[in-house]
């Protein structure tokens, strides 16, 4: 899914594929707004900074995108650990 777009015009910015840490209580959500993401150069900075029990979690995510609010979002991948 590298460089898939989540825009329908072709000519638009591509979402890329990135490593990153989500602030989240419920790992259940597929979509989380930029404020709760940090991203990192790679997969192993990323799980160096996870902290689970502040509920801080490393995964792989799509984006940004722009939501129906205006807001920059990203979309889970998968988590990493």
């Known amino acids: ?41 790679t997969k192993e900075a990323a799980i160096a900074e996870q902290d689970h029990s502040k509920k801080y979690y490393a995964a792989e995510v799509i984006g940004p995108a722009k939501s129906s609010e205006g807001l920059k979002i990203f979309y889970l991948v998968k988590w990493l650990s």
């Open 1 to 41: 899914m590298k460089g898939y777009s989540l825009d329908p015009h072709p000519q638009a910015n591509v979402a890329q594929q990135h490593f990153c840490v989500i602030y989240s209580p419920r790992k259940k959500r597929d979509r989380f707004a930029s404020t709760v993401v940090t991203l990192y150069e």
